[in-house]
């Protein structure tokens, strides 16, 4: 059970840094002082299950996630509207939700894609992983399942990619988006 404890500790610890905070930063938004914050760090010891539950909504990690260390199961997808939630700046000029601690122990395969006005929309595909999206000029819509999300610059989705899916322009200029795949 202490071990259990302790691997919690480090998982706060890995988000923490994964979100770009130090620890008087976290300590503070979470409403403890620094020492009691550094002791949840150092042993997980005396750690409220509320305040790993508000660590998990902070920082939109899923909260069975930092107890079992064990990626939660993405059913459908979930959009980020820039400049809402917890923002950090990961890509120099973006913000957008940070969703780095979820790709912490995966392979990650980013890739800098250009979609033309004039493209044909291609055949929707599928995968395993986790997909992640982020629009960084233009109109980018994205089609998941029978759902098609429209993203503007700095919104970004992350999504199950065993679900059909595919992206095409939505505007008359064209749409340059970043997606990164996870495979588990």
Known sequence: MEQEIKEIAERIAGLRDACGYTQEEFAKMIGVDIDTYR????????????????????CGVDFA??????????TTYHVVRKGQGK????????????????????????????????????????????????CLGGVVIVTIGDKKVELHEGD???????????????????????????EV
């Open 39 to 58: 002791s949840y760090e150092e042993s997980g010891k005396d750690i409220p299950i509320s305040t790993i539950y508000e660590i998990s909504k902070m």
């Open 65 to 74: 996630e930092i107890l079992t260390g064990e990626a939660a199961n993405l």
């Open 87 to 134: 923002v950090i700046d990961r890509i120099p000029g973006y913000y957008f939700k940070d969703l780095a601690y979820r790709f912490t122990k995966k392979i990650m395969q980013p890739l800098l894609v250009t979609i033309d006005p004039s493209d044909k929309p291609v055949a929707l595909v599928t995968h395993k992983g986790e997909e992640f999206n982020l």
């Open 156 to 182: 970004s989705v992350y999504f199950d990619p065993m679900i059909p899916h595919g992206q095409t322009c939505g505007s008359d200029v064209p749409a340059t988006f970043l997606t990164m795949i996870a």
